[in-house]
């Protein structure tokens, strides 16, 4: 069985331009890498791993912020130790938050809520993908029907033959 290490170490490449180490193995919806480590319930965030494997624990209380804004790079010398609080700071500081956002990641124009900011195309769109998926229970209403129906020609069959 390989180390997490040796593990991490096939999961990313090297931006030349940017030094950011960019992970390539899976990634949550916002772009972080994670990775299993044996032992855990939950997946690891690779750039935490990645402070982990080259600086040591991380300390109660303190999270691993990215100096290059970049969520799958683990390139440790682009990360740094910080409060959530310290986290936040930096983030509207280099207006990443999403109240800054006016535009989805498909280009509509996001609906102008007080706390969470809703692309109202793209969730109209997921609801109709969503709604024009047959059922469970209908799949398997036509399932039940078609085996009656070629059990029906099996017997049939049988009876015209015996």
Not at 135 to 159: C, M, N, T, V, W
Request: charged share 30%.
């Amino acid at each position: 069985m390989r180390t997490l290490r040796a593990r991490f170490e096939t999961k990313y490449i090297i931006d030349i331009g940017t030094g950011c180490w960019i992970w390539q193995g899976a990634t949550t919806n916002g772009g972080y890498g994670i990775m299993w480590q044996r032992g855990r319930s939950m997946p690891l965030r690779a750039h935490r791993a990645a402070w982990e494997l080259f600086r040591g624990s991380i300390p109660a209380g303190l999270e691993i912020l990215h100096k290059c804004d970049n969520p799958p790079c683990v390139n440790p010398d682009h990360l740094f130790l910080g409060t959530h609080n310290d986290n936040m700071k930096d983030m509207a500081i280099k207006k990443r938050s999403k109240a800054k956002q006016t535009h989805c990641k498909n280009g509509h124009e996001l609906s102008p809520g007080k706390t969470q900011r809703i692309c109202q195309i793209c969730a109209r769109e997921r609801d109709e993908r969503y709604r024009a998926k047959p059922s469970a229970k209908l799949l398997q209403r036509e399932r039940d029907r078609r085996y009656r129906e070629r059990k029906h020609e099996i017997e049939s069959y049988h009876a015209t033959r015996g």
